[in-house]
């Protein structure tokens, strides 16, 4: 989280320039790692400063413990310190760096209320009025006094919270998801959300966004709101140089034929030490071929286990390309395109072990897993596999198996 803080500030500084903002006006930031002073913190000297201005009643009486104890199976003793250990983070903060402000989602508000209440405690228990925090009553100035911001939670225009929605969560590191299924989540906003998170992501002026939601009224088509936002968010989180990439891969893309799907994949594709890298996958045929589908997806490393794959093909979730119409339950014979052949994903249901090898286009497999994320099989002949020095999860239980049957 650090790194990823780091970075995103670094990013918004060009973000800022590259829309007019100049140095002058984009103050002063440091970025704190907590751990720098909780680790050093001894338990008595924390329950001491602390521990009696923090009442049970009106811990207990928080939201979020209620819910916890009413609804919920409970909490245990860290959960219900969690708070104290914040407060204690801002109490550090506005003590060595006059951090006055807490700002944080609407989940926030009991934590922050806790927050301000210990702030003001230990203020006024261990300071004096000589070193100018409190009035003449020995209470904190008005004007030093600790103050908290909440925001709404970001949701969807049907409600659903941002990112959360059939499992899809997205994140800022690229390792948990790729700049590419960033790009391709935004790109699936709703009108509606795509004006709306324009006006909260980026720096582009009311005016102009006003614009081009008015050009993509008129032709809904070539998504140009949602483009724009994808391209600014992955700006602001990725750098310029990542975003333009991925705004060219997903473009090309849109010709929906195998070549856009196979090269934008390759070009993601790492060092062969990192196989299995966000959107390509080396596997051997003893994994593939014959083969339930479910269990193709958890070889893949697409999902964590086998019964996650039939799980996520009986809710729909998963799609393969197939260029043709493929006869399921029929001869199993490796299909062919060329590059520039329109492809076609098709929903994975009931197709048997004998059907993967029908899907198989020119060494590939080309998965969709819900609405955004594309994910290609190659598939190799086991002895080059292990040539390779590759792996893949499954890859020693089957070689296992087959030397036991041997």
Do not use: C
């Amino acid at each position: 989280m650090h790194a990823q803080l780091g970075q995103l500030w670094s990013n918004a500084h060009l973000y800022g320039q590259r829309h007019g903002h100049g140095e002058e006006v984009l103050g002063q930031r440091q970025l704190l790692n907590n751990a720098t002073w909780l680790g050093q913190l001894n338990i008595l000297d924390f329950l001491r400063t602390m521990g009696n201005g923090m009442r049970l009643g009106a811990m207990l009486g928080r939201d979020t413990v209620r819910n916890k104890m009413e609804k919920g199976d409970g909490m245990s003793f860290a959960e219900f310190t969690y708070p104290l250990l914040q407060a204690w983070d801002w109490w550090h903060m506005y003590r060595t760096h006059g951090v006055q402000v807490q700002i944080g989602g609407s989940d926030q508000y009991g934590n922050i209320i806790a927050g301000m209440d210990a702030v003001k405690h230990i203020a006024q228990t261990s300071m004096t009025q000589q070193e100018g925090w409190l009035d003449i009553t020995g209470k904190v100035k008005d004007e030093l006094a600790p103050m908290g911001l909440t925001v709404p939670l970001l949701t969807t225009a049907s409600g659903e919270k941002f990112g959360k929605s059939a499992g899809n969560a997205v994140w800022l590191d690229s390792n948990l998801t790729s700049a590419f299924d960033l790009y391709g989540f935004l790109l699936r906003s709703s009108d509606e959300d795509a004006a709306r998170y324009l006006k909260l992501f980026t720096f582009i002026p009311t005016s102009e966004i006003t614009a081009v939601a008015a050009e993509h009224a008129a032709d809904p088509g070539k998504r140009k709101a949602q483009h724009l936002l994808a391209g600014e968010v992955l700006e602001l989180v990725h750098g310029k140089e990542v975003a333009d990439k991925t705004r060219a891969e997903h473009q090309a893309l849109r010709k929906s034929n195998l070549a856009a799907l196979t090269n934008r994949a390759s070009q993601t594709d790492g060092t062969e030490a990192a196989q299995t890298s966000q959107q390509r996958t080396v596997l051997p045929s003893s994994l593939v071929l014959d083969t339930p589908f479910s269990r193709v997806l958890y070889h893949a490393g697409i999902v964590a286990s086998k019964s996650e794959g039939a799980r996520l093909i009986a809710k729909g979730g998963a799609y393969v390309v197939s260029p043709s119409p493929v006869a399921v339950g029929g001869d199993s014979v490796a299909a062919s395109a060329t590059a520039n052949e329109t492809v076609t994903f098709v929903q994975l249901k009931d197709q048997s072990p004998k059907d993967v090898q029908q899907y198989i286009i020119n060494g590939m497999l080309i998965f969709r897993i819900g609405k955004w994320k594309v994910r290609i099989v190659e598939v190799i002949e086991d002895a080059e596999f292990d040539a390779r020095g590759l792996d893949a999860a499954g890859w020693s239980e089957d070689k296992s198996a087959t030397r036991s049957a041997q």
